[in-house]
């Protein structure tokens, strides 16, 4: 049997709440060996961790773009502190899920515009203290992000994801030369995602991670149209479980069979977070 790693799942959501044991249960059912657990603000630091240590899960800490407004500056002394508490603690992966959101129209201006710069790089430079990978948020800010990274470089390679990957070719290449993998999630079972598509296909299976995003970035069985919703048609909730076919989508856009594709997913998924090897046994 295949198995598989879902790279960024948001287990700790509200929407899991009242039955995150039965939707992690579902997910080792269909072959997900293990899922990463993003925090997005100081307040979930405790909650992400104890849910990974729940599950059997791994975990990071950082503070998301769409929450800088909500955050203060001293929750990067907290998320400082946090990982020097938990250095040790073979399941904490990385630093994440930080980055740039420059599609919600109020993040793109001033102040939150600087904001939301402000704690990416803080977060950067804290990710080079600990010496850890980076999960990053990148909503129409590729650009952005590479210029960071490059700023925060310092002679060493990245390891990490960008995060739910659409941008250019160009760019997708930039993140690659700097060390990080790409992942790919529900988005890329659209046909109408014509360049995420291409992307997927043409890319090196070397570059590729997969991950649901869940409960958000839903595969497009999962999708429900404002009219269907206005005729009462709930939006089905997005889950790990769902990763597997998602995978196979990718495999067959590949041409090649989807346990091929599960194997080279999970070894990219361990070279950019390689504390997730420690968890091999499951792997």
């Known amino acids: 049997m295949s198995f ?7 287990l700790d959501a509200s929407e899991f709440a009242s039955d995150v044991q039965a939707v992690r249960a579902r997910a080792a059912a269909a072959g997900v060996a293990h899922c990463v657990l993003p925090a997005v603000c100081a307040d979930g630091f405790a909650a992400v961790r104890q849910l990974a240590r ?8 950082g503070i998301h773009p769409m929450y800088v407004e909500r955050s203060l500056d001293g929750d990067l002394a907290k998320l400082d502190e946090a990982l020097s508490q938990y250095r040790s603690d073979p399941q904490l992966v990385a630093v994440g899920e930080i980055g740039l959101d420059f599609f919600v129209p109020e993040l793109c201006v001033s102040p939150l515009r600087e904001r939301q710069e402000y704690f990416y790089v803080e977060q950067l430079k804290l990710a080079r203290k600990h010496d850890l990978p980076v999960l990053l948020h990148v909503r129409r800010s590729a650009d952005q992000l590479l210029k960071g990274l490059r700023a925060q470089a310092v002679g060493k390679a990245w390891r990490g994801i960008a995060h739910a990957f659409n941008g250019s070719e160009q760019q997708a290449h930039a993140f690659v030369a700097m060390g990080l993998k790409l992942g790919f999630g529900g988005a890329l079972t659209y046909e109408r995602a014509l360049q995420l598509r291409r992307l997927a296909i043409s890319l090196p299976l070397a ?4 991950e649901t995003d869940a409960p958000d970035m839903p595969p497009h069985w999962l999708y429900r149209s404002a009219a269907q919703r206005a005729g009462g048609l709930a939006q089905a909730r997005n889950e790990p479980c769902e990763l597997p076919r998602i995978g196979a989508e990718l495999a067959r856009l590949r041409g090649i069979d989807a346990p091929e594709l599960a194997r080279a997913t999970s070894e990219n998924a361990q070279a950019a977070l390689p504390r997730l090897a420690l968890h091999r046994r499951d792997i």
């Open 54 to 61: 729940e599950t059997g899960d791994s975990y990071a800490l």
């Open 4 to 10: 598989w790693i879902d790279t960024h799942c948001h």
């Open 207 to 210: 570059a590729l991670v997969l």
